[in-house]
C-alpha cells in the first residue's frame, strides 16, 4: 500500500503579533505540485505568513510544516527544499550573475557541474546570457528581478514562495518571469506567490486563497470562488446582485463580505 505524500505545506493556528495581531490563527494546506495564489488587501498577513514559512520571521503561536518537515523544530532542513524571493530583488551588486549563481549554487552545496549546468539553463531561459560576466550595479529593476529569481531555483527547490514578483515590471520581463514559474510548476515543484495583478493569478494558479485580517476566508478554484462570491450576493439587491465573473469581481465581493461580517466590523459599526 503506498501511503499519501504529505502536503508541499501545511500551517495550523499561526499567530503573528506586532503592534496588532498580523496572522490571526492561520489554517492553509496546500499539495505538492500546486501553483497556488495568495491574494490579500494590503496588510492582510500574506507576506508576514510567507516570512514565516521561509524562516524569516518566528511566529508566536502554531505550526509550519514544509512536506513534512517540522519548519520550527528542525529550520534548516525546511529551507533545504525553499526557495524565497522576495518583492524587492536583494542581490550582491559588485559580482555578475554567474558569479552570483555560483556564490548562491554553493552556499546550497549545489555540486560544481550541477551549479553550472543549471546556471547556464536559467540565464538562458531568462534572457540573461549575454549579461552573465556584467556587474549587476547597473541592472534594471526587471533585470534584477530576473537574477534574484535564478538565483531562488539554482538549488531546484520544491517550495517556490514567491512575494509580488512581477511588481515594476515591463511587459516582456514579465513574462518570461511567468513562462519560467509555469515550467517549474509543470516539472512538480510547488509555487505560492501574492499578487494584486489579479489577472495573473487568474491565468496561472490552479487554487487561489484569499486572506484577510490575517485569516484565510475563501479558498478553491477559480470557479469555486465564483460560486462562493454568488452566494454571497444572493442577499444583495439591485445592480450588484449579478454573478461575478473576473477574479476582481469575486476578489472585492469576498473582502468586502468579510469585514462586513467580522466581530471587529461589527464592534466598529455598533
Known amino acids: 500500500m503506498t501511503l499519501p505524500s504529505p502536503p508541499a505545506l501545511r500551517i495550523r493556528n499561526l499567530h503573528k503579533r506586532f503592534d496588532r495581531p498580523a496572522v490571526d490563527g492561520l ?3 496546500i499539495a505538492a505540485g500546486e501553483f497556488y495564489a495568495l491574494l490579500g488587501p494590503n496588510g492582510a498577513g500574506k507576506t508576514t505568513s510567507l516570512r514565516m514559512v521561509a524562516g524569516l520571521l518566528v511566529p508566536d503561536a502554531g505550526s509550519i ?39 548562491v549554487a ?14 547556464d539553463v536559467l ?22 528581478q530576473k537574477v534574484a529569481l535564478a538565483g531562488a531555483l539554482i538549488h531546484n527547490p520544491s517550495l ?30 510547488t509555487i505560492i506567490l501574492t499578487t494584486h495583478i489579479l489577472e495573473v493569478a487568474e491565468r496561472l494558479a490552479t487554487r487561489i486563497g484569499i ?16 460560486e462562493a462570491a454568488a452566494q454571497h450576493r444572493l442577499g444583495v439587491p439591485g445592480p ?31
Open 160 to 189: 517556490l514562495i514567491l512575494d509580488e514578483p512581477l511588481t515594476g515590471l515591463d511587459t516582456a520581463v514579465a513574462r518570461q518571469v511567468k513562462d519560467i514559474l509555469t515550467a517549474r510548476a509543470a516539472a512538480g515543484a
Open 211 to 226: 486572506i484577510q485580517a490575517g485569516r484565510l476566508i475563501a479558498e478553491g478554484s477559480l470557479q469555486e470562488l465564483r
Open 240 to 270: 450588484g446582485a449579478g454573478r461575478p465573473e473576473t477574479l476582481e469581481d469575486v476578489f472585492l465581493d469576498l473582502v468586502s463580505g468579510s469585514r462586513t461580517e467580522s466581530p471587529a466590523a461589527r464592534a466598529d459599526a455598533a
Open 65 to 103: 510544516e514544509v512536506y513534512g518537515i517540522d519548519a520550527l523544530a528542525d529550520p534548516l532542513a525546511a529551507r533545504q527544499v525553499t526557495a524565497w524571493l522576495p518583492d524587492e530583488p536583494m542581490i550582491y551588486d559588485k559580482l555578475t550573475p554567474l558569479e552570483y549563481l555560483e556564490f
Open 27 to 29: 489554517e492553509l494546506t
Open 123 to 144: 540565464l538562458r531561459g531568462l534572457d540573461l546570457w549575454h549579461a552573465r560576466d556584467s556587474r549587476c550595479e547597473g541592472f534594471s529593476r526587471g533585470m534584477r
Open 106 to 119: 554553493g552556499l546550497w552545496g549545489v555540486p560544481a557541474g550541477e551549479a553550472a549546468r543549471e546556471a
